[in-house]
């Protein structure tokens, strides 16, 4: 072990690969004795319109522990800015904005924090853009509930509370049942 000994020594002793090679060590000793950043995750919930209120406060009481659902809009806060998705007939239906900055705001409810970069958030951003056309915006089955529960697994935040989107469940639900909405699922080989 005496000939590795320069390993643990500190990073101004001169090591047999160079003044580089220690200075490589030093930052990386450096970055594992650093706590790791996290960035504050949320998901910032919206009554759709102000007509909603009371039915959303009925169901999804901010002071009840038991929420049985409502009509919501939902974006997810990534420290000091909100991405939400919606319809719009070109482009990506993915956008950023101030976070509570949309009429009607109800409630916070912190998730994990999120242990990515700024630069990984930056890239999921673009990535995200790509993956969520505003023309496949669809009320019941892809819609901004949709988004943020893909955008909060992706940050590793976890899982969005089931009460943010049961009512847009049930109604794909029921519209199904009913044979208002086809279905798009495709069975391979059969």
Known sequence: M?????????????????????????????AEDAPMRETPVFLNVY?????????NSLFANHYSPLKLGG?????????????????????TGVYRMMPRSLPHYRESVELIPTKLSEQE???LYYFLAQQWP?????????????????????????????????FADLGCAAAQAIGLLETSAVISGI
């Open 134 to 166: 505003g023309c496949e915006y669809n009320l019941l089955q892809r819609n901004c509930c949709h988004f943020a529960s893909e955008v909060s697994l992706l940050l590793g935040a976890g899982d969005l509370p089931e009460w943010t989107f049961r």
């Open 2 to 30: 005496e000939c590795f000994r320069w390993l643990w020594a500190k990073p101004e002793v001169c090591c047999p690969f160079g003044a580089a090679f220690s200075r490589i060590l030093a930052e990386v000793k450096a």
């Open 71 to 91: 009509a919501f809009h939902v974006a997810v806060q990534i420290g000091n800015e909100e991405w939400s998705y919606g319809y719009r007939q070109r482009g």
């Open 47 to 55: 009554d759709v319109a102000a007509s909603v209120h009371w039915i």
């Open 121 to 123: 958030i930056a890239r």
